[in-house]
């Protein structure tokens, strides 16, 4: 199996390096790619990148991320995560290949406390949700063979993400004040890639695998807010001898009212992921699992740095 990934240095892009190698031969491109392009916000160049490569699979973790800003640069949200889409699925259409692409929970307005299906409606609030559902769109219109793989709260030892930042601020502060009301699973960026792998394996041992085609959700077991996820960020940093100022009692809940920001954020992200587990024989573990390793990760790191 031949696997083009773009985004091949994002957090998610990085860990689908290790997993997809035992699937296949994965040519990896980011933005600085040449002769190949991997910027998204070239599509004609990534289509003749698709074009000459003529992988099996194309993988898409790249993504415009940044939801304040998107607000004031909706051309270039929408370039990245809409227009490349439709290109990359017209691209993969011609070559015949299977294309994987993530979205979020964004695509979705955020409100109840019920876990999302994928057949629920979408009514996203914010310009990177809409930029992100019309990749979607895109992507289920352009081509049958196609898996859309929507998460939420992505994290990892690699790359800027809330647990970096926590632990960045922890350790400059005496106290951390954090959103408790809005819910979600904090899911690490290796847990979404071990599952790409899986479900490519399963794609390739099925018969009529375009059944298998379609939005699935992946996420971390369980819910949390961002409060209690910093609590444990904070306990488990301290736990392995990390000299923060701030320790897990010192961090403060606050209403999202009190934490004003560019773009609406949705208050409930919870995923209900029934259709990705029935689907391909998978289990998904707590989230506090992938914190705890992420955490255990960035701490021997530290401790190899400093000697």
């Given amino acids: 199996m031949k696997i083009l990934l773009f985004g091949a240095n994002g957090q998610v892009g990085w860990q689908l390096r290790r997993s997809l190698a035992v699937v296949g031969e994965v040519i990896p491109l980011d933005r600085s790619s040449t002769p190949l392009c991997g910027d998204l916000r070239d599509a004609q160049g990534v289509a003749a990148s698709v074009a000459d490569v003529a992988p099996d699979v194309v993988v898409n973790a790249a993504a415009y991320t940044a939801v304040d800003r998107a607000e004031d640069e909706p051309d270039a949200a929408f370039a ?28 979705y307005d955020g409100s109840g406390e019920k876990p999302w299906r994928e057949t629920d409606a979408t009514r996203p609030s914010s310009i990177y949700g809409r930029s992100k559902l019309a990749g979607d769109q895109a992507i289920a219109h352009g081509t049958r063979r196609h898996l859309v793989l929507r998460t939420s709260w992505v994290f990892d030892s690699w790359g800027q993400n809330f647990a970096s930042s926590i632990l960045k601020a ?10 408790a ?28 695998p375009e059944r298998l ?25 301290n736990a392995r001898g990390w000299p923060l100022r701030a320790s897990a009692d010192r961090v403060r809940a ?5 934490y004003p920001a560019r773009a609406t954020r949705p208050k409930n992200s919870r995923l209900d992921t029934t259709r990705l587990r029935e689907t391909f024989g998978l289990a998904l573990p707590p989230w506090q699992d ?7 990760e960035l701490a021997q790191h530290r401790a190899a740095a400093s000697t």
């Fill in 80 to 107: 990245v995560n809409a227009s490349a889409c439709d290109a990359l699925a017209k691209a993969a259409t011609r070559q015949g290949a299977w294309l994987v692409h993530y979205s979020s929970d964004y695509v």
């Fill in 170 to 179: 922890a350790a400059v502060r005496d106290e951390l004040t954090v959103v």
């Fill in 181 to 208: 009301d809005q819910w979600g699973a904090p899911t690490r960026a290796a847990l979404i890639a071990d599952v790409t792998a899986h479900a490519l394996r399963v794609l390739a041992a099925e018969r009529n």
């Fill in 213 to 237: 085609a379609g939005i699935y959700h992946v996420a971390a077991g369980g819910s949390t807010n961002w409060h209690e996820y910093a609590q444990l960020i904070v306990q488990e940093a």
């Fill in 254 to 258: 606050i209403a999202s009212a009190d």
């Fill in 290 to 296: 992938g914190v705890r390793a992420v955490i255990a």
